[in-house]
């Protein structure tokens, strides 16, 4: 199976800084919309964050907008997705994937491992 690799996750306090990166399966990576996405425990997978083909066009929800900031290298094949003033609820397993268009729903490749943020004291 084709599948991103996510890395950059830890342990770290409220308010903390983290900065997560994904390493995309494909050559053509510069076509796709970028995501990030993150599920708790018992909660569905929710969508955080969002990146354009030429980074022009960036979404976030409304939970980590103000503190996240996505972006991509399409050169080195790679999301990136920078956390900062980390709250308890942020906790989750990352995951990032790709997407056609803006207004398609269905994810590119199959799902990665991921990447565990735990926001703890």
């Known amino acids: 199976q084709v599948q991103p690799v996510e890395s950059g996750g830890g342990l770290v306090q409220p308010g903390g800084s983290l900065r997560l990166s994904c390493a995309a399966p494909?050559?053509?990576?510069?076509?796709?919309?970028m995501d990030w996405y993150r599920q708790a425990p018992g909660k569905q997978r929710e969508l955080v964050a969002g990146?354009?083909?030429?980074?022009?066009?960036?979404k976030y929800s409304d939970s980590v907008k103000g503190r996240f900031a996505i972006s991509r290298d399409n050169a080195k094949n790679t999301v990136y997705l920078e956390m900062n003033n980390l709250k308890p609820e942020d906790t989750a397993v990352y995951y990032c994937?790709?997407?056609?268009?803006?207004?398609?729903?269905?994810?590119?490749?199959?799902w990665g491992q991921g990447t565990q943020v735990t926001v703890s004291s």
């Open positions: 994937n790709a997407r056609r268009s803006w207004i398609s729903d269905a994810v590119i490749w199959s």
């Open positions: 494909k050559s053509i990576f510069s076509i796709y919309v």
């Open positions: 990146v354009g083909t030429d980074s022009r066009k960036i």
